[in-house]
């Protein structure tokens, strides 16, 4: 059983793994089907089949060996067309924060520590941290502009061309926004990636396996929901922006920028077409808060193709238009039609400042 934004579709046989790879080779599939249970969908409208979060527009049969087959729908008819194998892969959590310039002092160690031990890495620029011999869960990652060099290119012009605007702050944005990218990341094989602030400080010992976990029941984009304040809008958030030395000022953290235009961002991105709570139309009921959100931990799924397009979408709309990355996150989740997964949920309370998984100490420790 698959359920989609409320709705439940519904099909199941038994049959052998190797019959669907044979089908899969003569291009005759007619069932979708992995392990001992499977999932069949074919030929059928495509508003009436189940997209898993896993893979985006794609439909996805998994069993629980973790392996499966999954089909995308035909643009010409909108009935599924091309069938794929996919093999699953372990999630490897990694985390990932940023500490440039003197805004935070330092990595906050995790209390307790971490178990399992999952590499937490944090990119600098300071020589006192590179250099370090103090034991740390953390690894250093020297900052490096050569990885920025093409996107100098690509955002010729931009307000915050990363060659231009070098305020640490917004250099941040690309670890934040471009981890995919980071060598020392792929070496480690790192598939779903945690963004922390560096203000952030884990509190829970189990936090790599919950993140694990969460991803291989295709949550992605987990993130802490705004205040109800915010009522999931991002004109709430505008609103709070656009008095906010961070973004009016041309100097921010001792370092020059350009003055962030964050309401022209808005005006923007409401003529490109984006509705204020654009999911409340799909029959779900969202609590008030749904819609805005914290990004001070993100967590990201690599394996879901659809992941890297939205970071690049945030990476671009904070190139182009402002630093005010809480501003472009919903919108590139709009533009891609992507769902959020927001906490506080079934499984963990608190919000973005203490929650079980982590506490907001603060800025400059």
Excluded at 338 to 357: C, F, Q, T, W
Aim: aromatic share 10%; charged share 20%.
């Amino acid at each position: 059983m698959v359920k989609k934004q409320g709705r439940t579709a519904v099909a199941a046989t038994t049959v052998a793994t190797t019959t669907a790879k044979s089908a899969i080779r003569s291009g005759r599939l007619s069932l979708l089907l992995v392990g001992i249970f499977v999932s069949v969908w074919i030929n059928l409208p495509a508003e009436l089949i189940p997209h898993h979060p896993l893979f985006g527009d794609s439909i996805l049969v998994q069993d629980s060996a973790h392996a499966g087959v999954a089909a995308h729908t035909d643009p010409g008819n909108g009935n599924v067309k091309l069938v794929q194998e996919y093999a699953y892969l372990e999630p490897k959590v990694c985390v990932i924060s940023v500490l440039l310039g003197n805004y935070e002092k330092s990595a906050k160690e995790p209390s307790p520590p971490l178990d399992p031990s999952r590499p937490l890495f944090f990119i600098t620029d300071r020589e006192d941290l590179l250099n370090s011999k103090e034991s740390s869960q953390w690894k250093p990652i020297r900052v490096d502009p050569s990885l920025w060099k093409d996107d100098c290119l690509r955002f010729q012009g931009a307000r915050n061309n990363p060659c231009d605007n070098i305020n640490p702050f917004n250099l941040g944005k690309f670890y934040k926004t471009q981890f995919h990218r980071v060598p020392e990341l792929t070496a480690e094989g790192c598939n779903v990636v945690v963004w922390l602030d560096g203000s952030i400080q884990l509190t829970n010992a189990t936090f790599m396996k919950d993140m694990a976990s969460r991803a291989d029941r295709g949550q992605n984009l987990v993130v802490y929901a705004h205040h109800e304040s915010r009522e999931g809008r991002i004109d709430k958030e505008v609103g709070e922006s656009i008095v906010f030395r961070k973004y009016t000022s041309n100097k921010f953290a001792g370092h020059p920028q350009p003055v962030q235009p964050v309401m022209e961002q808005y005006q923007h991105y409401m003529a490109q077409g984006f509705k204020e709570r654009w999911f409340d139309g799909n029959g779900d009921q969202h609590r008030r808060s749904y819609g805005m959100y914290v990004t001070c931990m993100v967590m990201f799924d690599l394996r879901q193709p659809v992941t890297q397009k939205f970071l690049d979408c945030w990476w671009e709309e904070s190139v182009r238009w402002t630093t005010q990355d809480q501003v472009s996150f919903p919108y590139c989740a709009w533009k891609l039609g992507l769902h959020v997964h927001a906490l506080p949920d079934a499984e963990i309370s608190g919000d973005s400042d203490k929650n079980p998984y982590f506490e907001k100490l603060k800025h400059g420790l």
